[in-house]
C-alpha cells in the first residue's frame, strides 16, 4: 500500500513554471507506475504524464509534451512534475497516483489505486 503526499503549485502568470512533489511511502513503489492527473471543475480527470520507477520510462499525453517533465528521486520514492511555459489552459488541480504496473501505460484514472489530495495549479494570462 502506498501513501501518497503531494506539495508545491499555486499561481503563475502564463510562460511561468511550477514544481510539483509527490512523496510515497509504503509499499510497492518500485513495482508501480506512477502519473500525475490533472481536473478542472465539472471536467474528468484527465492524464498528464506516466513514469515508470523501474528503468526511469516516461510517458506523456500531448497536452504535455515538450513542456512537462516527469521525473524521480528514487532514494526518497518522490516524483515531480515540472511544469514549464504555463498556460491557462493548465489550470486545474493536479492529483499524483499510482498502480500496480501491470506492463503498459494507463491513462484511466478509475484504474489507478492510489492517489493523492491534489494540489491547485492557477496560471493567469
Known amino acids: 500500500q502506498l501513501q501518497m503526499v503531494q506539495s508545491g503549485g499555486g499561481s503563475v502568470q502564463a510562460g511561468g513554471s511550477l514544481t510539483l512533489s509527490c512523496a510515497t511511502s509504503?509499499?510497492?513503489?518500485?513495482?508501480?507506475?506512477l502519473a500525475w492527473f490533472r481536473q478542472v471543475s465539472g471536467k474528468e480527470r484527465e492524464g498528464v504524464a506516466i513514469?515508470?520507477?523501474?528503468?526511469?520510462?516516461?510517458y506523456y499525453t500531448d497536452s504535455a509534451k515538450g513542456r512537462f517533465t516527469i521525473s524521480q528521486d528514487v532514494s526518497a520514492n518522490t516524483v515531480y512534475l515540472r511544469m514549464d511555459n504555463l498556460q491557462p489552459e493548465d489550470t486545474a488541480t493536479y492529483y499524483c497516483?499510482?498502480?500496480?504496473?501491470?506492463?503498459?501505460?494507463?491513462?484511466?484514472?478509475?484504474?489507478?489505486?492510489?492517489w493523492g489530495r491534489g494540489t491547485q495549479v492557477t496560471v493567469s494570462s
Open positions: 497516483a499510482a498502480r500496480a504496473d501491470a506492463g503498459s501505460w494507463i491513462l484511466d484514472a478509475q484504474r489507478y489505486t492510489y
Open positions: 509504503g509499499y510497492g513503489y518500485s513495482s508501480s507506475i
Open positions: 513514469i515508470r520507477p523501474r528503468g526511469g520510462s516516461t
